[in-house]
């Protein structure tokens, strides 16, 4: 929390009518203990109050990223050309290479890459859980990049051995809830920006236990929850929790664009959420992202599949895949809808008029703000630009080479269509300034981080060093794997009808 205040002075704001519309104004903004205290054209600033010229700049909420796997820095680049299978094994198997502090460095570089892209609040699906002291680090490192996040820790399939691929065969070692719990009772972290959600995907484990499970975290507090939409014995994970009567509104799904209609109606009955992961989900046959419902109107791949849009977020999904910017997912998904609704026209010979109000770029804005609040359930502290609410706050160059003209003319336009991280001047989370000038700024570390690092602030620099070390001692580890045994045994594992594979 900022002990001063700040005033952004003389910006252009995207605040949001209660219709949910974007109404730039030009206006001020003053920020004091963290919250957006008051908007208005004039302010008198409080003695000492830092002050932010915004002349030329878009004020613009932080952009909240709903389905994120902050740990896999040291993964960047290697799943250019991968299909689901391959990244399972070269991606997220490699957890297994990871000390805990890798894990703390993997994890502090993949929080900043969000910020310096504006992401102000993530959902961590936080599926390196290989010890106690890497949960412990991955929080720390969380906590210190500044970033707000919903760390869901994540009890999961450890790697216990490549050249022949095995895992421990117990998910719930007693280190695990215990460790959780734990956590829970510390909690929360980051000054309350860093709070404790979970994650599950062992929907194969025996109904009564998973219950238990889910009654334990509810029992600590948790109020978000989120599961990879994976088909699990037969059934989708929509179809999983609902039978187990643990559908609500603390679930977000990641991915399964081959969600059915009724899978649809049950998360929407529910409250749920789903959050749509556009570039992994259109490299790697995930289906279509379904968080545009227009994009919908031939049914999907099932025939039988919907859109999702009002129960509906983004995320980024694995930065080691794709770059770590919320709003350039945003972009691609606006762009693959509107293909698919051209599409499903152009095939019967006619010609759209125009674009649906649901895919203009309003609804990708409100995608990765409003509604990846509500995904969170923290919709009444972030997501929008309102008096009381949390000052996550993303301010961009109007006068850059690449919003220029498109930001006078339509800021909203110019953020989804034109912007990248480098129109970004400044992020403001909780009101801390983040990055300044466009630069990041040194990270005060906390918790057991200073340790680690041996200092008490770490710059951008030391900190890529570290990621480059870090990344080639664990790759001569990777250069040591037997690769096509390791998806052997995966696809006996999946229970993978090889069948089905088709050789390019
Ligand atoms: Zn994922």
Redesign the pocket.
Known sequence: MSSTSTLLQGGIALVHDTNDHVVPTKTSILIENGKIAKIAQNIAAPEGTVIIDCTDKIISPGFIDT?H?GWQTQLKGRHANEQLLEYMVTGNSQHYQYSSEDVFYGQLAGMLEGIAAGTTTVVD?AHITVSPDHVRLAIAATASSGIRSVFCYTPMMRVKQFNLLGYHSNIFEDWVMQTFNEIADHGPFGTGRVTLGFAFDSFFLPAEMIKDIFAQVKAKGVKTITC?GSVILGKSVVQNLASLDLLDESIII??GGTLKKADAELVKAAGAFISS?PS?ELQMAMGRPYCFDASFQDGGVSGDSVGFQDNGSL?V??HSCTAGSIISEAKLGLQNARNHFNEFHMKQGKIPRTLPQNLRVESAFNLATIKGAEAANLSHEIGRIAEGYDADLVIFDSFSPSMVGAAQHDPVAAIILHSSPADIDTVIVGGVVRKRDFKLLPVPLEGCAKKTAGQDVLGWNSIANEVVTSREKMQKEIDKIDFKEAKGTLIKLFHIDESKFVNV
Do not use: I, R
Request: charged residues 10%; hydrophobic residues 0%; aromatic residues 0%.
């Open positions: 389905h796997h699906h990879h990641s991915h992961t992994t995320g999904d694995c």
